[in-house]
């Protein structure tokens, strides 16, 4: 059975960081484009990051560049989203996902999400 299960999130102040975890099991994640998405309070999901775990390539939507970085341990089937200098607007429930398809259109495995609130 394929799990992806979060870890990490909490309440922050703002300028804060918060460094989320997401362990997978019943698949690889050598090779797949794995990355996190969130969901706003009253608001649609959206995407957030993702990286190629083949090549190493990564992408961030614009409202977190230079603030997220993503990264991966293949040896520990693990994904980590570090997030940095945040803002209240990021305040979500983050989710990890595998398998992750036309940018950010949907993903074949979900986590059940971790919440990250930033108090301003």
């Known amino acids: 059975e394929v799990q992806l299960l979060e870890s990490g999130g909490g309440l922050v102040q703002a300028g804060g960081s918060l460094r989320l975890s997401c362990l997978a099991s019943g698949f690889s994640v050598d090779d797949n484009v794995i990355g996190w998405f969130r969901r706003p309070p009253g608001k649609e999901r959206e995407g957030v990051s993702w990286?190629?775990?083949?090549?190493?390539?990564?992408h961030y939507v614009d409202s977190v560049k230079g603030r997220f970085t993503i990264s991966s341990d293949n040896a520990k089937n693990t994904m980590y989203l570090q997030m940095n200098s945040l803002k209240p607007e990021d305040t979500a429930v983050y989710f990890c996902?595998?398998?992750?398809?036309?940018?950010?259109?949907?993903?074949?495995?979900w986590g059940q999400g971790t919440q990250v609130t930033v108090s301003s």
């Open positions: 996902a595998a398998g992750i398809y036309s940018g950010y259109a949907g993903a074949d495995y």
């Open positions: 990286i190629s775990t083949s090549n190493g390539n990564t």
